[in-house]
T-cell receptor
Framework: DPKIIQKPKYLVAVTGSEKILICEQY?????MYWYRQSAKKPLEFMFS???????DNQTASSRFQPQSSKKNHLDLQITALKPDDSATYFC??????????????FGPGTRLTVL | GDSVTQTEGQVTVSESKSLIINCTYS????????LFWYVRYPGEGLQLLLK?????QKGSSRGFEATYNKEATSFHLQKASVQESDSAVYYC?????????????FGAGTRLAVCP
């Protein structure tokens, strides 16, 4: 059974619209993350959460808003979508944040295309 | 900021031949970063292949090895004899102990194609 679920797998949106990417983890982890991979670019860190609190935000735009309704959920709301937001978005989780050595487990990703 | 540079594009290797994927890094913190290799097999999610958090140490998994060389700031991935099932995309990554909480900085990825 998949341990990190991301929904939907594929998403097509129009410019200016708003979408929510869903992430749920069933590993009992306390920390969750979002990464993004645009075409021909490396995976890029976006956010880290620990016990449902934002720990780090490395996105330049407030259009990206993580939402954590439960400890094992970290959704990503994206508003005013732009074609440059087209990417695969990966959710990840780890047992904790301390020590920087905790293994991060990744979900399968949501591929977003903005037309 | 932190950066990771690895062998670009695709590497094609015949089955049972040896493999090396180069990785060099630059980290901004005073201490030494933690280093990782992740792999994405076709149709699957990203998964950790191996990690080394102590400079000078070697990590190994599934026949792959990588040594943390702090002098050369390198963490090359090697395997003595590849199999067709090793075909995947490999990512070198680091987490900077003095930086953001558990932020992973990734290289661009190297696609390995193993020919029978």
């Amino acid at each position: 059974d998949p341990k990190i679920i991301q929904k939907p797998k594929y998403l097509v949106a129009v410019t200016g619209s708003e979408k929510i990417l869903i992430c749920e983890q069933y590993l009992g982890h306390n920390a969750m993350y979002w990464y993004r991979q645009s075409a021909k670019k490396p995976l890029e860190f976006m956010f880290s959460y620990s016990y449902q609190k934002l720990m780090d935000n490395q996105t330049a735009s407030s259009r990206f808003q993580p939402q954590s309704s439960k400890k094992n959920h970290l959704d990503l709301q994206i508003t005013a979508l732009k074609p440059d937001d087209s990417a695969t978005y990966f959710c990840a989780s780890s047992q904790g944040l301390g020590g920087s050595s905790y293994e991060q487990y990744f979900g399968p990703g949501t591929r977003l295309t903005v037309l | 900021g932190d950066s990771v540079t690895q062998t670009e594009g695709q590497v094609t290797v015949s089955e049972s031949k040896s493999l090396i994927i180069n990785c060099t890094y630059s980290a901004t913190s005073i201490g030494y970063p933690n280093l990782f290799w992740y792999v994405r097999y076709p149709g699957e999610g990203l998964q950790l292949l191996l990690k080394v958090i102590t400079a000078g140490q070697k990590g190994s998994s599934r026949g792959f090895e990588a040594t943390y060389n702090k002098e050369a700031t390198s963490f090359h991935l090697q395997k003595a004899s590849v199999q067709e099932s090793d075909s995947a995309v490999y990512y070198c990554a680091l987490s900077d102990q003095g930086g953001s909480f558990n932020k992973l900085t990734f290289g661009a990825g190297t696609r390995l194609a193993v020919c029978p």
